[in-house]
């Protein structure tokens, strides 16, 4: 018997058959003789549906209120999935994230999780309950509705997981596993069986979808297992666990790419200590995100900055680092918007030297100039323009030959 | 500067423009240096919607998980609601039943109000805040969310203008007031400009569906004048207020109907003492409301008995009728939907003769049989004939003159 946190995204619970489908995965693990906490989003297009809602009555919503709207969402879908699992003769349970127990700090809309007090999760599951928690949601502790940002519902179930101590995390997805990338751009792909935190961490802050990367940096600091399933075919999925001896074997785990990057060009910069620090914690206080920095050799005195933030944050973003620059003597700001980041892995990179250079000859080989690159003890990226995405994606699986076990 | 409770129903922010011509009026009340708290409902078509997706996912929902489901309908309205007001620059915040402090008994679906801790409230107001409340939802001291029954939002907007003292409480409605009677049957009925909460009471419990009775008893206890009025035209309505003295020199003040009734004739009853006591506590245990009911003159050593019972619960009712009447030893139960109940109500008629004659004599005129009859201090009510029901209420309306005022 184990106790598990299952997870179900929007599409798993999208209509009122897929909800009597999950439930029906619920119950036969119930009826395995686990103890089941299932977290829930809500039914895919209503989040969008209430976004709209709320762009329709104000300019410019109030982030309190916009939590207020959105975890209505979650609560839908946590009712009707618990009613679902009574209609089976499951004794079923519906939590907010109030009655989970789930308490944020107050920044509406991206709340991050203090702490949980899972009192009350526990008591049920002692009645032999099935607990079915509202993910994505939490409360301050002045009483006020929060939401963890897009992809929460991840971190509900990896928090609900840390705190329970359950002995796994299952996150039911539209794929099932963790690939060595993209099946949609390379066929022979492959489902990874287990891969380590620090290496899902990558792959999912370098643009793979699967998994929220808060959600597996809080599965590493607690130590949760965490399972990524199919909720529509019941096949072994791919388990994120600690790094262990045999991942440290294989080179590279997975390349990753990313679109959604914009690559911003400040021309000119006065060449002086102390410039870039200016800069960028001028960006920082606007909280955008940067990510790649390069600083070109400087000439008369002048020197080129470049670095990228996510494409999304573009507009907002780019007056104030506008602002920036000229506070710094600069106003010759470009962006370039056609480019992409393609990422290459893996453990095994500490041990193995040579890794950086077999990418940059395989990306050459197909003729893809590299405008940018950085790398991790765990990760190499590079920028390259967007077009040949596809093409370095499959240039690099290859390479490293991850069709094959290693 | 008044402190008033206001209160729009489901049609009032049915859509994303009426929900901003509601923060018009909310805007121009605060504005014109009024504190406001405002009560609101699901948008219309909102609930019905989350019942249909109950019943497709579960053949008999639990109450408890019901009211999580429809709790929700209301928290969209306050949230948008809330930012509408911001965006008019009227600082407003968004309450759910639980932060308004509403505690509710543990009746899921039909919970009454125990008390309200209105701190919150009283809090966001003094910062000069309007305060947007979700109707018809509370809290259970277990912490559950619970739901008020179907118009529960009347009751909420009555017992937070208790819980505050509000000068007033003002009930926004598609209608523009009370009338003597509906003006879709007479053409000629008159608004009423004040009405007694026992005439008020009598009129929502006879079917006159512009306020629910609940609120009118709560606005009774707790003396809360309440004025209904209309969301879309701005003209003076109707206050339900204590009873005064120019209110007892109108005999009837109106004229009220209802079509969700159903006749149930037991026949063959034993006629044995205690054995009414016996059937009815019987129906009573089983929650169903008995309206109306008469006991024929005994025959043989056996009776006929006959009850009005709301329509909307014959389905459920009906087998444990059937149950109880046999365990009196009657098996012979009729069921007679074709009927309605015609009523004439008035505080007037406690200090005024020959009220309930002149009725019956109306309703002979047209040749209506009368199947039942009962009676209270303020008001006089007829079982009919379902199809007479327009012509008994236009010519009730007639026979006491109500086209004019007293």
């Not at 184990?2 to 929007?10: A, C, N, R, T």
């Not at 939590?95 to 007090?117: E, W």
């Not at 900055?305 to 680092?321: E, G, N």
Request: with cysteine; charged share 25%; hydrophobic share 45%.
């Amino acid at each position: 018997m184990s106790l598990i946190v299952q997870k179900y995204g929007g599409t798993s619970v999208g209509t009122v058959d897929r909800i009597k489908n999950v439930a029906k995965k619920v119950a036969a693990a119930k009826k395995a003789g686990n103890e089941i906490v299932v977290v829930v989003s809500a039914m895919s297009g209503e989040t969008d549906k209430l976004i709209a809602l709320a762009n329709a009555v104000s300019t410019n919503p109030k982030d309190r209120e916009m939590d207020m709207l959105l975890s209505t969402g979650e609560r839908v879908t946590i009712a009707l999935l618990a009613m679902a699992l009574n209609d089976m003769k499951v004794d079923a349970v519906s939590f907010t994230g109030r009655q989970s127990g789930i308490i944020t700090d107050t920044a509406h809309t991206r709340a991050r999780i203090k702490n949980i007090d899972a009192g009350r999760i526990q008591e049920a599951l002692k009645k032999g309950k099935v607990v079915v928690v509202a993910g994505f949601q939490g409360i301050t502790e002045g009483s006020d509705v929060t939401t963890l940002g897009r992809g929460g519902s991840d971190l509900t179930a990896v928090a609900v997981a840390a705190a329970l101590k359950a002995d796994f995390c299952d996150i039911y997805t539209d794929v099932d596993g963790v690939y060595t990338t993209d099946p949609n751009i390379v066929p022979n792909a492959r489902k990874l069986d287990k891969i380590s935190y620090d290496e899902m961490l990558e792959m999912a802050s370098l643009g793979a979808k699967v998994l929220q990367a808060r959600s597996v940096e809080f599965a590493k600091k607690f130590n949760v297992p965490v399972r990524v399933l199919s909720s529509f075919h019941d096949v072994p999925g791919t388990l994120v666990t600690k790094e262990d001896k045999s991942m440290e074997k294989v080179v590279v785990a997975g390349v990753a790419y990313d679109k959604n990057q914009a690559k911003i060009t400040l021309s000119g910069v006065p060449d002086k200590p102390g410039v870039a620090a200016k800069l960028f914690s001028k960006i920082a206080d606007s909280k955008i995100i940067v990510d790649m920095i390069i600083q070109n050799v400087s000439k008369d005195g002048a020197t080129d900055i470049s670095f990228t933030v996510p494409k999304t944050d573009l507009k907002k973003a780019l007056p104030l680092i506008k602002k920036a620059a000229k506070s710094i003597g600069c106003n010759d700001v470009v962006v370039h918007e056609g480019i992409s980041k393609v990422s290459i892995i893996g453990v095994g990179m500490r041990s193995h030297s040579g890794v950086a250079s077999r990418m940059f000859t395989a990306l050459s080989n197909e003729g893809i100039n590299i405008m940018m690159i950085s790398t991790s003890e765990i990760k190499v990226s590079c920028v390259i323009e967007q077009k040949y995405t596809e093409l370095a994606v499959r240039a690099l699986h290859d390479a490293f030959g991850l069709e094959k076990t290693a």
